[in-house]
């Protein structure tokens, strides 16, 4: 006896609504990228550790605040303060990198994001500008905690517009630890698919580089060889830049330009090795 097939209509329909495409989703994962590095939307859990860093950089600016507040003077400037906090950035980077892009490894998730529209290279660039963003309002924040706290106790308003160019300095500061952290961050947490290798990675990567620099220091005993040596490590190469810009912090002799180039290349390279990555990441 045969069998006739029949087609059942279970009310399946095609989609007929607005496609908002490529930039629509690229921008998605960007902001999506932002919430997950501040675990806002998830567990309770997810927000512990972020925020335990958000907190101790804030208090640094409650602590300059106040004894600004007391005695007048600035115990730590808006420059200084990416220096001081980049320990913390680089435990922040160590958690939060793998986070967004080695989850996405493990779990294979990533022919849903490569299906349609978005390509490849959309979804490195907004996992790198993502966290790039939430490192620089890790810094940002607290810089303009500072400002507003002295803004309030300046004499006049010369005083408010110094104070003004002081945070302005310091987000440019900020901006380049920002870049500088984050890209190197995200490629080497783009290459591990466990999240504890990939954190692993990331503070080896970046404590190895400061026995280095001070080597070369050593041997350099305060020639060329010193005053190049700190563009070799991420923690002293934004301040080389600071050096060249604002003419204060580490000596770095005639090198300026040099550390501005290097740290163009090293965001540029990272960039790169970041797309040639997701372009050849198996499927």
């Known amino acids: 006896m045969s069998e006739q097939s029949v ?100 779990n294979q998730t990533l022919p849903l994001y490569f299906s349609r529209p978005i390509r490849r290279s959309d979804y490195a660039l907004a996992k790198l500008a993502a966290l790039t ?25 010369a005083g408010v517009a110094a104070e003004a160019r002081g945070m302005l300095g310091g987000w440019v500061i900020a901006t380049c630890y920002a870049l500088v952290f984050s890209s190197l961050a995200i490629l080497i947490a783009s290459i591990a698919s466990r999240r504890a290798f990939a954190a692993g990675a990331i503070v ?27 563009m070799f490590s991420p923690f002293s190469l934004p301040e080389g830049v600071r050096s060249w810009l604002f003419d204060t912090s580490i000596p770095i002799g005639p090198y300026g330009p040099l550390y501005g180039l290097m740290t163009v290349l090293l965001v540029a390279g990272c960039t790169l090795l970041l797309l040639l990555r997701y372009r050849k990441v198996s499927l």
């Open 133 to 157: 963003t939430a490192v620089w309002l890790l810094m940002a924040g607290p810089q303009l905690l500072m400002f507003l706290g002295s803004a309030f106790s300046a004499a006049d308003t």
């Open 7 to 106: 087609i059942h209509d279970i009310g399946y329909q095609r989609y007929t609504g607005p496609r908002l495409g490529r930039a629509y989703a690229a921008r998605s994962l960007f902001e999506h990228g932002v919430r997950v590095a501040f675990g806002l939307g998830r567990s309770a859990k997810a927000k512990i550790f972020p925020w335990i860093v958000i907190g101790l950089v804030t208090s640094l600016a409650v602590i300059v605040v106040a004894v600004k507040a007391q005695s007048g003077e600035m115990i730590l400037t808006y420059q200084d303060l990416p220096s001081t906090a980049s320990v913390l950035v680089m435990v922040f980077l160590a958690v939060v990198a793998p986070e967004l892009v080695s989850r996405d490894l493990r």
């Open 204 to 230: 080896v990567v970046f404590m190895i580089t400061s026995p280095v620099v001070g080597l070369l220091a050593v041997l350099g005993d305060g020639g060329a060889l010193s005053q190049i040596a700190p």
